[in-house]
């Protein structure tokens, strides 16, 4: 919007009256002005005193190496995001076409640990059922929207293998194994990595498979993640 610069005050209370509820402000081509950017001036600093998101990074493209490279970039800043004030990695590349259904799941999970902005990207006249079915996951959706507004960040990283994990309400813990390898292999998380007891018994469920793993399980949770893939579960421990 070219014709907003200088004018963002009096334009956003027109949007506010007209009853619109979310302004992406691009502000491309500007003149310098401070604003709404991508990631340049490091705005998850100083940005929650303008707005209630902010770009933490460049524009995403559909393609694996992107995601990776700005779920990376956006983890750094995980410590400033909270509830009203969100850092947004950009929209997702969810069914453009350009990556496997795999990578798909990978990249709405990490989002939505994230707590990003989840902004579909895609033509939704002409996605196919299995695109429709990752970005209407509701288990998924529902960690994105948690009432606790954390963050979920990078926990532990090796030759590819990842752990991402963040707490939720209720005591609970949403956690992603993500393999961002080229080849199948076996990803573990283990309970003191987001501060539970080994001892601790946990209730675990499968996201994407929207199923119980256990009702018991204890000090830790290893699955067989396929290549780019990723794994999904909420955490409920059942004493403290």
């Known amino acids: 919007m070219p014709g907003s610069l200088h004018h963002e005050y009096e334009d956003a209370k027109t949007f506010a009256e007209w009853g619109v509820d979310y302004i992406k402000y691009d502000n491309c081509y500007h003149d310098g002005t401070r604003n709404r950017e991508r990631g340049q001036e490091d705005p998850a600093k100083w940005a929650g005193a303008y707005g209630h998101s902010w770009r933490t990074t460049g524009d995403i493209n559909d393609t694996f190496a992107s995601v990776t490279w700005i779920a990376d970039l956006n983890n750094r800043w995980g410590r400033y995001a909270g509830p009203g004030r969100w ?30 902005p989840l902004l579909i990207g895609c033509d939704l006249r002409s996605v196919s059922n299995r695109t429709l079915r990752i970005l209407g996951n509701k288990e998924v959706i529902e960690v994105n929207q948690d009432s606790l507004g954390v963050q979920g960040r990078k926990l532990r990283s090796k030759d590819g293998l990842e752990v991402w994990a963040g707490p939720l309400s209720d005591n609970r813990v949403v956690v992603v ?33 929207h199923k119980y793993v256990s009702m018991n399980k204890r000090d830790r949770l290893t699955a067989s993640v396929a290549p780019h893939a990723c794994k999904m579960y909420v955490l409920t421990p059942l004493q403290s």
Do not use: Q
Request: hydrophobic share 45%; aromatic share 12%; charged share 25%.
């Open 87 to 116: 850092n947004d990695p950009d929209m997702l590349e969810v069914g453009n076409g350009g990556m496997t259904m795999d990578e798909y799941r990978s990249h709405f999970s990490i989002w939505s640990l994230m707590k990003a």
């Open 177 to 209: 194994l993500w393999n961002r390898s080229e080849l199948r292999a076996l990803i573990t998380a283990a309970w003191r990595d987001f501060g539970l007891s080994p001892n601790t018994p946990a209730i675990v469920r499968d996201l994407w498979k």
